[in-house]
Every structure is written in structure tokens, then in C-alpha cells.
Nanobody
Framework: VQLQASGGGLVQAGGSLRLSCAAS????????MGWFRQAPGKEREFVAA????????DYADSVKGRFTISREKFKSTMYLQMNKLKTEDTAVYYC???????????????WGQGTQVTVSS
């Protein structure tokens, strides 16, 4: 399984960006998908996750109410709508996928390359 994240860029604080993640290869087995981010000098952290149906989601407290994760139902294309961006949201954002049904915050099987999100003040 290969994951390709896109949509990053430079935006002013308060602005919006939409990230996309497309999976290829043996995507039939993918169930849970998630977004993570890593800021310079910090560890990678969980941002959001979504289950196979797209009906259940989970968010880190730091993004709850500002970010929305979504996916095409029962498919392996995922999005992250980021609104009201803050300078502290600046990071490389990674998408991840797993074969487990339940939403998880760690232990993902597959990872994509990152896409840079920079929020200026």
C-alpha cells in the first residue's frame, strides 16, 4: 500500500487548507485512516482518524472544532479540512492507514510521505 499526501502550503493565521491522501496498491484491506503531524524539534503527534465507513472520527484536542477529517465511504481516499489555522499548526502532515477496523491513534501499518503546512502570523 502506498499513500500520497498533498495539499500543503503557506497560509496566514486564520486561513484554511485542505489536505488529501490517496492510497494505491492493495487498498482493499485498508480500514482505519489517520492524519499525524510533526513540527520541527517535536515528536510526531496524532491529529485525527476516521473509520472504514467514515461515520466515526477521532480528533486531538488541539484541533477539535477546527479540523474535519473525511473520506469517501468505504474507499481509501481521505481529506483533512483545516480551518482557523494557527501558527502552532505549522508542521509536516502525514497520512496513515491500517488494517484494523477500530479507530486507533497509534500503531498504523502504512505511512505516506509528508506535506508541509506553514501558517504565518
Amino acid at each position: 500500500v502506498q499513500l500520497q499526501a498533498s495539499g500543503g502550503g503557506l497560509v496566514q493565521a486564520g486561513g484554511s487548507l485542505r489536505l488529501s491522501c490517496a492510497a494505491s496498491g492493495r487498498t482493499f484491506f485498508i480500514r482505519t485512516m489517520g492524519w499525524f503531524r510533526q513540527a520541527p524539534g517535536k515528536e510526531r503527534e496524532f491529529v485525527a482518524a476516521i473509520d472504514w465507513s467514515g461515520d466515526s472520527t477521532d480528533y486531538a484536542d488541539s484541533v477539535k472544532g477546527r479540523f474535519t477529517i473525511s473520506r469517501e465511504k468505504f474507499k481509501s481516499t481521505m481529506y483533512l479540512q483545516m480551518n482557523k489555522l494557527k501558527t502552532e499548526d505549522t508542521a509536516v502532515y502525514y497520512c496513515a492507514a491500517d488494517l484494523r477496523i477500530d479507530i486507533i491513534r497509534k500503531g498504523y501499518d502504512y505511512w505516506g510521505q509528508g506535506t508541509q503546512v506553514t501558517v504565518s502570523s
